[in-house]
Structures are given as C-alpha cells and as structure tokens.
C-alpha cells in the first residue's frame, strides 16, 4: 500500500517563508515527484515537479523565483520550499508521486496541506 504523508502546512504571514514536506512509505520505487494546489473554488494546479534524479525541475509561471523543490531518494521524499509567500499562495497543497506498487505504475497523492498566507 503507497501512502504519501504530508506536513509542514500552517498559517504564515505575506512575505514569510514555508517548508512542505512529504515522504512516500510502503517500501516503494518513486520516480517523478511534484506539489500541486487547490485555492478555494479553483482547479488544482501543477506548483512544480522534480524527475526521480533531481535533475529536470519544472515550475509554475507563478512560484519561479520563489519557491523551490527537492527531494530525497533515501526517504523517499519530496520538499518545498516557499518563500515571499503571498495570499494568492494561498491554497490546499497536495504531493503527487508516481511510484511503482503492486500492479505497476501509479499516481498516488498525498492528503493535502492547508497553506494559508495573511495580508
């Protein structure tokens, strides 16, 4: 069973910094990593993603310069860090990952965390 347990999500100020974090358990193979976001009555977006060597990174037009994705193989983790957080920031954050479970490869996803940011 592939479970992606997040945390780090909170209550920050405009301008303040914050680190999600999530780690994949099940004794999995993970390749791609990445963190999406929901805001209230909008579709999820796609935040940024990081290949299963760290080497291609993908962001959203909108965190570039701002926020920053990583990840750990060894505990099979994926990381963001968000900095000059804004209220538009202001979402449910969600960690995707692609892992190879019994049945082949999936997309599992992780319970989403609460990232608000005050004016």
């Known amino acids: 069973q592939v479970r992606l347990v997040e945390s780090g999500g909170g209550l920050v100020q405009a301008g303040g910094s914050r680190k999600l974090s999530c780690a994949a358990s099940?004794?999995?193979?993970?390749?791609?990593m990445g963190w999406y976001r929901q805001a209230l009555g909008k579709q999820r977006e796609l935040v940024a993603t990081?290949?299963?060597?760290?080497?291609?990174?993908d962001y959203a037009d909108s965190v570039k310069g701002r926020f920053t994705i990583s990840r750990d193989n060894f505990k099979n983790s994926v990381y963001l860090q968000m900095n000059s957080l804004n209220p538009e920031d202001t979402a449910v954050y969600y960690c995707?990952?692609?892992?190879?479970?019994?049945?082949?490869?999936?997309?599992?996803w992780g319970q989403g965390s609460q990232v608000t940011v005050s004016s």
């Open positions: 099940g004794g999995v193979i993970v390749n791609t």
């Open positions: 995707k990952a692609r892992a190879l479970a019994a049945g082949g490869w999936k997309d599992y």
């Open positions: 990081i290949s299963a060597g760290g080497g291609v990174i």
